[in-house]
């Protein structure tokens, strides 16, 4: 299963609001890290794409009941990204991907944020 997103940076809303409905404080503090606001923004955009690409690969729709906060994008030392899944997103993947994980990309400019999603077999 595959999914991808993309959107203009310029549409993701720049409240601390939004950033606290779609992330938690790790992710939060990636999204932060930079002293520019142009690039704090395009982490918000592309946090948001993760989220979206994980969703579309999972086939999780807006009646899966799964949030935002379940899915989140960490990153190992060496800075790749990955997924850590909780609540009803763990669930439904476990049920549904046994013996599988999940790889993800993103890239962002500051007009446009992408990421991908992809389930692929552990070994």
Known sequence: MVGIDIIEVERIDKSEAFLKKIANEKEIEYAKKSSCESLRHQRTAA?????????????????????????ELAHQPSGKPTVILHGVAKEKFDAAFKGKKIEVSLSHTPNYATAIAVIISEN
């Open 47 to 71: 946090l948001f794409c993760v989220k979206e690409a994980v969703m579309k690969a999972l086939n999780l729709g807006a009646n899966s009941k799964v949030s935002f906060k379940d899915i």
